[in-house]
């Protein structure tokens, strides 16, 4: 049980990150229809800026709490600057283009941001700086650790502020009025490029917060980094239903507790010595031995199980039904 | 979102999956330089080119330069004990070159040493760089000897004029594994690997050594070489309450790996192969890498005998790195046969090479059928306050504590 109980807070950490990615893809394709599939890139030079501003800071002697922040602090519009060129220059002149162009052109992008990274930062696994003392509570049996909860008190904060700002504020309305149809919403006097790169920006700055987290949950941070998040939080949006801000973040926290419980059980269910009937087939099992069909590094497989079970019986993903409210 | 999207996407989503995998070329450096130009021989003596090939640019530029350090002492001794070939007195002369860490460059760096007609080569420093470069040495037939290629393939491609003196990876397994099931005696291993050549290999002696000692190994875990998230396998092996947990693989998925098995509230020793025996485990796994155990080929270079670590010091005004003891047996190694074969000619003293037997600044040394040192050392290292320290040398399913090993190396060359 208490195995169980770990699995889940494993996933759900895990998740609430992959959530927040998402929560940038589903943003962005619920205003002009695109994946932005240079977002995972975006989480990647967050997480590298806050590195580079965290080891200066840290032999500073500064309170480590002040120096992660300060190095969020640095990292957010660092992300907001490269999320709005990216719209400005890559994705702004291809509007009018079939749907096809801007998506390689964002592929694009996310390669170019990726080796843009690699010169900058080098090819290595950099250590984030583990200035922050974790420490490791037991809950019935299953640990959890302080950055975790932190992980999840943050991502948590950052949904519900993120649905306040797009229920309750004037640009909230603003983006689901050009969600729903730009050209109108232009001629209800909405600035509609304005309200596109502001949805760019805000993605961004979520994604350069989930960078952040991740460095700091998994204490390394590399130029690669962003493109498998990128990928998993972009399976997540999918999940819940592409461009539905509550989906992505029930998609997130799902496509999470899947990997994790999947790794975590994959090898018992195909471990093909405990069905009777075929034990005495496999030599393997012989003597309490075992024969795994899929062991646990399937790990990252299971998102993308996910994705196409999605795509392919329901296209529209879990909560995507309400098409009208997409922003 | 119809169905011609749902394809495109799946497309696109594979697309970028392969574009994020793929590794740039590695960064050229500066082009190779001929550090010595070889002088002209004087009148009646006779000149001996050795050539030695490291990398003497890039990341690793000061342990290709510890490793030509190491080749150059044994030459200028040699030189100045006045050895004579033949009848005629000899001038060694040591030919130095570049190979970036490059196995393209090293092939090239390669050729021209046989072009340049040396006698025999020391090095290179990288297993990946020495294997393709072999091939050259070995049609030229020209000797050579590696001080610090430790993979296993380097010595079975047959070749008859390949030699290394430094311990393979495969001996490593074993080492750590002994060590392992000796020291800390558990009862329950769990071993985890990253599904790539050097990490299954490594995992599976370990594995298998442990078998051979009745200790009860559970069902093999796997994640990749880009693994960051352990959690899951860490967490359905804690429910399996292992008394040690040996990982197969690299820092970078180690550290990770050791970060969260803590995390995770457990408690068993965590024992690793040289690919996560790094200083970097300390950064990767902050307070959690103390106390980790891990093995490296070879032998820590403040364990070579006194008279080398001495001469060293006096002669380049710095201390070992890391191989150079190595580099520096290998050249005296060939010395040696060039003596006890009266030539320097390589068809002539390559015989003398094989059945060699000679003791060196990193112990005695003799080759076996396939080039490899007999009974080559590996060193088992513990993470104490930030630094991997030497505990313990495995030589021959022996082991020896550190402490011990120093005191019977003292006597060497």
Redesign the interface.
Known sequence: M??FL??VI?GLT?GSVYAVVALGYTMVYGIIQL?N?AHGEVVMIGAMVAFTVINALAPAGLPPLAVVLIGTACAVPVCMLVGYSMERLAYRPLRGAPR?AP??TA?GV??IL??LA?MIWS?N?L?F??IIA?R?Y?IAGA?I?TVQIAILAICVGLMGGLALLVYRTRLGTAMRATAQNPQVAGLMGIDVNRVIAATFVIGAALGAVAGVLFGTY???A?Y?????L??KA??AA?LGG?GNIPGAMLGGVLLGLV??L????I?DFT?LCQYGWLSGAIDACEGGG?F?LA???Y??VFA?IV??LV??FR??GLL?ERVGERA | MNNKLSITLIAAALALTGCGEQKPPAKTEAPASSQTAAPPPAPEALEVKIGHVGPLTGGIAHLGKDNENGARLAVDEANAAGIKLDGKNVKFTLIAEDDQADPKVGTTVAQKLVDAKVNGVVGHLNSGVTIPASAVYNQAGIPMISGSATNPKLTEQGFKNVFRVVGRDDQQGPAIASYLAAEKKPKVVAVIDDATAYGEGIANEVEKTLKGAKIKVLPREKGTDKTTDWKAVLTKLRGRKPDAVFYGGMDATGGPLLKQGRELGIKAVFAFGDGACTDKMKELAGEAAEGLLCSQAGIPPQAASKNFLDAYKKKFNTDPILYSPFTYDATNLLIEAMKKANSSDPATYLPELQKISFTGATGPIEFDDKGDRKDAEITIFTMQGGKIEPLAVVKGGRTTPYEEFLKTMGGGK
């Open positions: 208490d195995t770990q699995q494993n895990a994946i599939f096809l998506l390689i592929i996310s390669i990726q080796h690699l090819r696994v250590a700086p583990q974790s490791t037991f640990a650790t998994y204490g390394l590399q690669t980094m962003g493109s498998v990128g990928l972009f399976s999918v592409i990997e994790a999947g790794a975590g059980y090898g471990d075992q795994i062991g646990s590094n790990q990252d993308f994705l196409i795509l392919v296209p529209s995507g």
